[in-house]
């Protein structure tokens, strides 16, 4: 039986003191939740992210260091598992393939985190990345040909990615595919919110080429004036480019942040960001539909359930199922603006409901989203070989 693991991240993870994204937030809890579970576990993070973040604070300053984690070279990282062995290695999507290779004792376990095929494809407006396409897709068959086990980030998923294993001449039967939905700690605040009949909601999270507000900004707008409401405003660019000025989205986010109810936030780092939740009564995460967002397990709202904070979101995503479960939020199309501005009106007549919907979001990260939880079949998989 192995009882050591890696998780190799795409990106930097919380503890760097560097803001963190989803792919460093699903390391992050797989390590998390293997840990809790008795797994010694190390997480790798390949210096190009950390040296990419970093460097607004000079060379001369070296980033913190946080335990369980390791940074290297992308190149070291097969040498690395080849003097660890036996061990299990995580590899998130197929972003770090090119630098692994199989080896005797290292056993690879494939996260199918994100439909990044379909990323891809709404990065580029109308226009179709072919090439991109075909590099994206030859790295992709590459790593489910290198893995022994699968992990999917939802179960609505799970043909999509059954799809792709076939393609790489993989026979599903044989092979371990589980589901190991994405997962952060739970982070709960005392205080009783919300207070004194205000309530504060917050739009939070990386802008993305693939992820378009939509029609419901307009029913927010209306809503603005009320003296009992606020909004939070914390919607930078991802550090990793692509999306610029030129998101369409920005004039929506320029005329929100421009109303006197409304304050904005620069980007923060994960405890940060934490603290920031814990003063909030409502995440409003709505986009327009895609393919994308059809298969999107959304880690911002994620991480506000997480923290107990209920979510105004989407029908259709792989979060909504769990939002509708628990009655942790509210499901809203985001193109009705007018059932949105319901939505929000109702909340500010009934600050009891926020109260009500709070506890089930705690529910909700306590029973689905705690890592402990939420890894058991990762961990099932790692101590099988």
Request: hydrophobic share 40%; with cysteine.
């Amino acid at each position: 039986m192995v009882d050591r693991a890696v998780v190799i991240s795409n990106d930097v993870v919380p503890g760097l003191g560097m803001p963190v994204a989803a792919p460093g937030l699903r390391a992050f809890g797989l390590a998390e939740g293997l840990r809790a579970n008795g797994i010694k576990t190390k997480t790798l993070v390949t210096r190009g992210f950390t040296d990419r973040q970093w460097w607004r604070f000079g060379r001369s300053v070296p980033h913190p260091s946080v335990p369980g984690v390791e940074v290297l070279g992308a190149r070291w990282l097969s040498r690395y598992l080849e003097a660890n062995r036996p061990i299990t290695a995580v590899i998130i999507n197929s972003n770090q393939v090119e630098h692994l290779r199989p080896m005797e004792g290292v056993h690879y376990v494939l996260d199918f985190f994100a439909p990044k095929m379909l990323e891809a494809l709404y990065q580029h407006g109308e226009g179709y990345p072919k090439d991109e396409l075909a590099r994206l897709r030859r790295r992709k068959i590459r790593a489910i040909e290198l893995a022994d086990a699968f992990i999917v980030n939802g179960k609505k998923k799970v043909p999509y990615f059954l799809g792709w294993m076939l393609q790489a001449d993989r026979d599903v039967r044989q092979l371990p595919v589980e589901v190991v939905n994405m997962c952060v700690p739970p982070s709960f605040t005392e205080t009783e919110r919300p207070a004194n009949g205000n309530v504060k909601f917050a739009v939070a999270g990386y802008l993305q080429q693939w992820s378009r507000l939509g029609g419901w900004v307009s029913g927010l707008e209306r809503q603005l004036d009320r003296p009992e409401m606020s909004l939070d405003l914390l919607t930078p660019w991802h550090w990793g480019g692509g999306v610029g000025r030129t998101h369409e989205s920005t004039g929506d986010l320029d005329r929100l942040a421009a109303h006197p109810s409304v304050t904005t936030h620069p980007t923060m780092s994960f405890s940060a960001f934490r603290d920031f939740l814990s003063t909030v009564d409502v995440s409003i995460d709505l986009f327009k539909h895609n393919l994308e967002r059809e298969y999107a397990m959304v880690t911002r709202s994620v991480v506000s359930l997480a923290a107990g904070v209920p979510v105004i979101h989407p029908p259709f995503t792989e979060v909504s199922p769990m939002i509708s479960a628990y009655d942790a939020g509210w499901l809203v199309d985001p193109e009705d603006s007018e059932a949105v501005e319901a939505t929000i009106r109702g909340i500010l007549d009934d600050p009891g409901a926020v109260r009500e919907k709070r506890a089930n979001a705690r529910r909700l990260a306590v029973e689905l989203l705690d890592p402990a939880v939420a890894v058991r079949p990762l961990v099932e998989i790692v101590r099988s070989w």
